[in-house]
């Protein structure tokens, strides 16, 4: 199984990126796919979730309206679009997969958000 998170970086608040979480060694269809992220010091939280289909997805509070979490089940692919962005948003992103009991996790994505 591998997770393989992709597209952080820096960028100035107000900015965007997209992240990509590309998928191999399960049945991808089958699994719920998240965000999480990891700031220094702080717990890993939730960012949002996108279920099997794509038929539904739930955010964390301060991410919504700002924060889009996508997949392309052709691709075994997760995004999350990530727009005004604001330096408390810094953090490691996290990409995981879950179904049943299973959970999975990538190694993350440092998105830093700074001038």
């Known amino acids: 199984v591998q997770l393989v998170e992709s597209g952080g970086g820096l960028v100035q608040p107000g900015g965007s990126l997209r992240l990509s979480c590309a998928a191999s060694?399960?049945?991808?269809?089958?699994?719920?796919m998240s965000w999480y992220r990891q700031a220094p010091g702080k717990e890993r939280e939730l960012v949002a979730t996108i279920a099997s289909a794509g038929d539904s997805t739930n955010y964390a509070d301060s991410m919504k309206g700002r924060f889009t979490i996508s997949r392309d089940n052709a691709k075994n692919t997760v995004y999350l679009q990530m727009n005004s962005l604001k330096p408390e948003d810094t953090a490691v992103y996290y990409c995981s997969a879950r179904r049943l009991h299973y959970t999975y996790w990538g190694q993350g994505t440092q998105v830093t958000v700074s001038s």
């Open positions: 060694g399960f049945t991808f269809t089958r699994y719920a």
